[in-house]
């Protein structure tokens, strides 16, 4: 398909931008010289993947100030990084942009598109935006807001992505000529605050050129993606308090939550499956005391997860198998991913498991005593 010249198609976008755009702290002032600190960049746009500006914003400032440079970073611990991000979601972004830094911190910072992706968490969008914005590379830099805009300005009907490549040798040209760090953004800007999935037509300084909107069809370009489903799960999560801490299970070493600290968790099944046994008998012969505390429904990309918090105290003993107890003192500072911090907040005390809960049911009783193997 052949497209318009895009340093034309373009060319109103530039001055948009620069009367429009929104402060960001990453954001350099001036958009036509390379950033003054390519590393600023570099952290806002593994924290902006898949996670609004809002809300990237108090954990990036928190960030730069504990870990200002990659040299600072590469050196940090693995629970300090995890305990930074912790919220943020994603942690794999957090290593990955540890192992990036350490990379930089010995190396340098690469100065090509082929160097950038050779970093650990870099594909090629973020990539190009790195290498745009930090360097003043062209560099096309294609995420869902540009593919957005791009699929309306030149109509294109079917799956913008499937035409990535097309789209960035068209882009390049543009790029060149209004800048590759302000095109970059502008476009960006543009997806976010006014081409959105329910455009603000009258306001869209490429109104005029649409191609979208002169056939009516931005509701239909781009067209909607199939919605990911989701699975829906119930869980017991065990906060259990004896004279030696709290039992937790570490962190692994791979997987979505690796580095994080998290709460023994009990399915229902399982708990199905004690009780049949005859594992939950009436309460005297655990030994256990505690409380159910207000659940709640943690929602995820893929998964959406009713849990039912649980605390109770025990007496000491082992940690069963894959478990650690861990001092109450430390609790506070273990890096745990949304679901794990919001039980450790809702926590009546750190010093004993007690407060206003209602009483455990016999099946609770019975989360407990499969996994510590009370007879």
């Known amino acids: 398909m052949a497209f318009p010249a895009s340093s034309t198609l373009l060319a109103p976008l530039a001055p948009w931008f620069d009367a429009v755009r929104r402060p960001m702290p990453w954001r350099a002032e001036n958009l036509d010289a390379p950033h003054p600190d390519p590393y600023a960049v570099l952290v806002a746009e593994i924290m902006l993947q898949q996670t609004q500006v809002a809300t990237v914003i108090p954990y990036f400032l928190r960030w730069l100030e504990r870990f200002p440079d990659p040299a600072a970073l590469a050196a940090a611990t693995e629970d300090e990084v995890h305990g930074l991000w912790a919220g943020l979601g994603y942690y794999r972004r957090a290593r990955s942009l540890q ?170 099944e399982a708990v199905g499956a004690a009780c049949a046994e005859g594992a939950a008998e009436p309460p005297t012969p655990f030994g256990l005391a505690g409380q159910v505390l207000k659940g709640w429904v943690q929602v995820y990309s893929h998964r959406r997860e009713t849990v039912r918090p649980l605390v109770a105290r025990v007496a000491a003993q082992p940690a069963p198998p894959g478990l650690e107890w861990v001092h109450p003192t430390r609790l506070q500072g273990v890096p745990m991913g949304r679901r794990d911090q919001r039980l450790r907040e809702a926590l009546p005390g750190m010093a004993q498991a007690a407060g206003t809960g209602t009483p455990l049911a016999v099946e609770d009783l019975a989360a407990f005593a499969g996994l510590l193997n009370i007879e």
């Not at 976010?192 to 306001?203: E, G």
């Not at 239909?220 to 039992?247: M, Y």
Request: glycine share 8%.
């Open 99 to 268: 192992a990036a830094a350490r990379l930089i911190a010995l190396q340098g910072w690469p100065r090509t598109l082929e160097g950038l992706l050779a970093l650990p968490g870099l594909g090629p969008y973020t990539a190009a935006a790195v290498a745009a914005q930090a360097f003043q590379s062209p560099t096309p830099a294609l995420d869902g807001n540009a593919f957005r805009v791009l699929a309306r300005l030149l109509a294109i009907e079917d799956e913008p992505r499937r035409q990535a490549e097309a789209l960035r040798v068209w882009l390049a040209p543009a790029l060149a000529s209004h800048g590759p760090s302000r095109l970059t953004q502008a476009v960006m800007e543009l997806g976010a605050t006014v081409c959105t999935p329910a455009p603000r037509c009258p306001l869209c300084p490429l109104q005029e050129a649409c191609g979208a909107r002169r056939q009516g069809a931005q509701a239909r370009i781009p067209p909607p993606k199939a919605r990911t489903k989701v699975t829906d799960a119930s869980l017991r999560l065990l906060a259990i308090h004896s004279p030696q801490g709290w039992l937790l299970r570490p962190p692994g070493a791979t997987g979505l939550l690796a580095g994080l600290w998290s709460w023994p968790t009990v399915a229902p």
